[in-house]
Each structure stands twice: as structure tokens, then as C-alpha cells.
């Protein structure tokens, strides 16, 4: 199956398993999406018509056609996962699929944990498998050992210091071996090189 179809699949399946008054409370965070956002022209035309005509006001009675936001938002945070783990996530949604055809989207590896997990850098997104918020500014521009020394305001400590935490976070994950706290690790691509990280003495 192409990994376009298979995404769409499990991105409706998910968002149809949610309940109205859920989704509902969520509406708001996409209400404002106009003509320039990237997943305008996926929603039904009589959304957008809807949007265009009460901009300021969300509605308060769910209706099926505002699955197309969080459809969006489910396929697009897919776009940068594994083959592998999209089938093993639709095998867990009683979606049969033999095999998975096409390329993940390019992404960059997190400069913390080191998995492709950012479709862009100095965004202030956050990494799926360790937290690191990716900084804008130097941040973004330098991932030399020199940067693993810089303090992170977001973070209140250096990269170093959180690389340590999540380093240890992810030992006890993989001793754990609960396959929910170990999904996130088979997610994503990893770099083929990662900074060194230094240790405590330098």
C-alpha cells in the first residue's frame, strides 16, 4: 500500500475512534485557518465557507465535517514516520497491510536525541522522543560540541545536561521494555552522526 493511502486510512480511523465533545473542545486551535494555511483546501468546501463568514466565532454543536482538521493534523505528523512503525500502527487498528511503498518526507535529526524528527529547525517544535525544543537563533545554526555547552532558556540547562537526562530516561525505557514507551523510538529515522556527547569531567 503507498504511504500516502495508508497515512489517510489511519489518520481517519484515528480521529473517527475520537468523541464529538473532544474534538469539539479542540475546534478552536484551527478556526483560524484562512487561504495560506497549508490544509485549507482539505477542508470541505462548506467549512471553509463556514470559517470565511464567522472567523471570530466557533461552533458549539459538532458536526462529521470538522474531522477534516484533525485528519489533516493526524496525516501531516505522519509524514515523517517510518515505514515500518506506520504498519505496525495500522496492524494495531485492524488495518490490513502487506507492505508499505514510498519515502518518508525528508526531516532533521533532533541536535538532542538525534532522530529525524523535525521537518524544519528553529520552529520551537518539540522532538517526540526526547522533548528538546529547537531553539531559532544559534540554536538552529550550531550543533558543534561548542553549542552542547551553551545554557537553553527553554530547557533551563545546557544541551549537554539535558542530553544526559534523556540518555538516562531512555536506559530506563529500554530496560522498562512496556512496548508503549518504547513505540517512540522505532517512529523515526535516526541520523547517521550525532555530536559526541561530552562527558561530565570536560
Not at 489518520?11 to 490544509?39: F, I, M, N, T
Not at 463556514?50 to 454543536?61: A, Q, W, Y
Request: hydrophobic share 35%; with cysteine; charged share 40%.
Amino acid at each position: 500500500m503507498r504511504r500516502e493511502v495508508l497515512i489517510r486510512r489511519i489518520a481517519q480511523e484515528r480521529v473517527a475512534r475520537r468523541l464529538p465533545h473532544e474534538k469539539l473542545a479542540e475546534l478552536s486551535a484551527y478556526w483560524g485557518w484562512d487561504e495560506v494555511s497549508p490544509g485549507w483546501l482539505r477542508l470541505p468546501v462548506r467549512v471553509r465557507e463556514e470559517m470565511l463568514r464567522r472567523e471570530d466565532t466557533v461552533p458549539r454543536i459538532w458536526r462529521s465535517l470538522y474531522d477534516a482538521f484533525f485528519e489533516f493534523v493526524e496525516e501531516d505528523a505522519r509524514r515523517i514516520v517510518r515505514n515500518e512503525a506506520l504498519k505496525a500502527e495500522a496492524e494495531e487498528l485492524g488495518i490490513a497491510v502487506d507492505a508499505v511503498e514510498g519515502t518518508p518526507d525528508a526531516a532533521e535529526p533532533c541536535p538532542c536525541c538525534g532522530y529525524r524528527t523535525f521537518e524544519w529547525r528553529g520552529e520551537h517544535d518539540v522532538c517526540p522522543v526526547c522533548g528538546w525544543e529547537d531553539e531559532d537563533g544559534e540554536d538552529m545554526l550550531d550543533d558543534g560540541p561548542e553549542r552542547l555547552q551553551r545554557f537553553s532558556v527553554a530547557h533551563q540547562m545546557t544541551r549537554a545536561e539535558y542530553r544526559r537526562a534523556y540518555e538516562a530516561m531512555r536506559d530506563v525505557d529500554l530496560r522498562a521494555g512496556d512496548p508503549e514507551r518504547l513505540r517512540k523510538y522505532g517512529r523515526f529515522a535516526t541520523a547517521e552522526s550525532r555530536p559526541r556527547l561530552i562527558p561530565r569531567g570536560d
